[in-house]
């Protein structure tokens, strides 16, 4: 076992080296790079091939995108040809689209509209709102500011504090909120929410129904899903019609891109474009990455290695390998959003093993089709992830005692190989979707690409905004 370990290790570094020499698809982004792919991208544990797949390069979706996601720090099957990144563009405009609801102060048609995606837990967030009220009161009319949320669910209360901050929107407080909050910083649980609110005057009772309620959930993780969509990956991230603010996050800098913005404004309206439709036309154009691919493709099922209603409203497809470090990271997400809606998401398993990294992997995918046979594949299958370096012959046999399985069934379908032709159709089917590394995700049929980490939210953004999940 200690051998095998080791060169399970080697392999990994060896595939990390590779990486960094040719280069990623994909790549996760520097907080600098606003060139970058959005992803915080869901991670591939590797891209070596399981079995035969179909080549053929991701749909594009508004703007152009390479071809498959593959993990940080490992290689891709051809991907990179030794041809050096170009340095990303300072004027890339983002296609960073304005809501009715967002909160903004300054005129509608103000020649440059400053864009914060900022959170009410971190320092930095505050250092720059401060930088953005400064230019705000210095440029006057000439300058618009929108706040919108972005997540990182590593911050404790993240969650309840942006959606206290779209209550105080409805109202009329959410800029005092923001100030107040801002400046307390710390972790804003419960109770210190309910002493901002109180402090700015707003109505505690209306506050408390909402966050019982999550009625702005969606709303927050809208715009969460559109920081991931336009590649702000920094915390904050601050653009000026449409355009990321480079470097460091200073005042000087901030006000630097703010006046090349505003002479490019003045440009465009001397060419005859209205005031009030000045930044839709500046940003209509932008980049942006689609979430879901626009491609949906059809996906056979398994009803043993499938749990959820089978007329849920979503059906959530994942290609996963029992080996894979990235795909018992991912689980825990998976099965956190099928929780939030029990009755609305199914979700199916398909095994798509990559015994070019993972030894253990096909003899772990064969024991898991066994132990769906037997009406035993969701224990089964927790115990796998739960236990990744024990999956040899001996591994498994155990394991499968804990989860209740027929052991002496089990050895003689592995003996006999009896499930092999199951796996490898998992397989295939994943290639002809372009699976090439796990996990990946389908979300009705279509590739879900989402924000680092894998949370849950990110998923239930994409489900909200494309597939309706969360709405009447």
């Given at each position: ?49 399981a ?15 390479p ?30 689209r ?31 709102a ?7 009161a ?27 901050a779209?209550?105080a ?63 702000a990956?920094?915390?904050p991230?601050v ?7 480079f ?33 839709a ?7 942006a ?23 849920a ?18 689980n ?15 979700i ?31 224990p ?28 002496a ?64």
């Amino acid at each position: 076992m200690r051998d095998r370990n080791g060169a399970i290790l080697v392999a990994y570094v060896s595939l990390a080296v590779a990486a960094f020499l040719v280069g990623r698809a994909w790549p996760a982004p520097e907080a600098s790079d606003p060139g970058s792919r959005p992803g915080d991208v869901m991670p591939a544990s590797a891209t070596a091939q399981a079995g035969p797949a179909d080549s053929s390069p991701r749909s594009p979706g508004p703007a152009p995108g390479p071809a498959a996601p593959v993990p940080q720090g490992t290689a891709a099957a051809g991907a990179g040809s030794g041809v050096a990144k170009p340095p990303a563009d300072p004027n890339q405009v983002w296609r960073i689209r304005l809501e009715p609801d967002d909160p903004a102060k300054g005129p509608a048609d103000a020649p440059a509209t400053i864009v914060v995606f900022s959170t009410f837990l971190c320092p930095d967030c505050a250092q720059v709102a401060g930088h953005v009220d400064r230019i705000a009161a210095e440029y006057g009319k000439k300058v618009r500011v929108v706040f919108k949320h972005k997540l990182f669910s590593t911050h404790l209360h993240a969650m309840e504090a942006a959606e206290a901050a779209a209550e105080a929107n409805a109202q009329g407080k959410f800029w005092p909120f923001h100030d107040r909050a801002q400046a307390k910083g710390g972790a804003l649980d419960r109770g210190a929410l309910e002493e901002i609110a109180r402090e700015v005057g707003m109505d505690v009772g209306r506050l408390r129904a909402a966050l019982s309620d999550g009625r702005h959930r969606g709303r927050v993780l809208r715009d969460s899903l559109l920081a991931t969509e336009t590649a702000a990956h920094s915390m904050p991230n601050v653009a000026v019609n449409g355009v990321r603010l480079f470097g460091d996050k200073t005042y000087e800098n901030l006000k630097a891109l703010v006046d090349r913005k505003l002479a490019d404004a003045q440009a465009a309206i001397a060419a005859g474009t209205a005031p009030a439709r000045l930044y839709a036309s500046l940003v209509e154009r932008g980049k942006a990455f689609d979430a879901l691919d626009p491609r949906r493709l059809e996906f056979s099922a398994d009803e043993a290695m499938a749990r959820g209603p089978k007329d849920a409203r979503v059906q959530l497809v994942v290609f996963e390998d029992f080996q894979c470090p990235f795909c018992a990271k991912v689980n825990p997400s998976i099965e956190a959003f099928r929780k939030r809606f029990p009755d609305d998401v199914r979700i199916v398993f398909r095994n798509f093993p990559l015994s070019n990294l993972h030894p253990d992997a096909q003899g772990a995918a064969e024991a898991a089709v066994e132990a769906a046979r037997q009406g035993k594949f969701w224990p089964f299958h927790d115990l796998l992830f739960r236990n990744q370096k024990d999956l040899d012959r001996a591994g498994l046999e155990r394991l499968a005692e804990q989860a209740g399985l027929d052991v002496a069934a089990l050895r003689k379908a592995l003996d006999g190989r009896a499930h092999q032709s199951a796996v490898a159709r998992d397989v295939a089917e994943g290639g002809r979707a372009g699976v090439t590394g796990t996990p990946v995700i389908f979300l009705d049929g279509r590739r879900y690409q989402g924000p680092q980490g894998n949370p849950p939210e990110g998923i239930e953004a994409a489900a909200r905004a494309y597939l309706g999940l969360g709405s009447k």
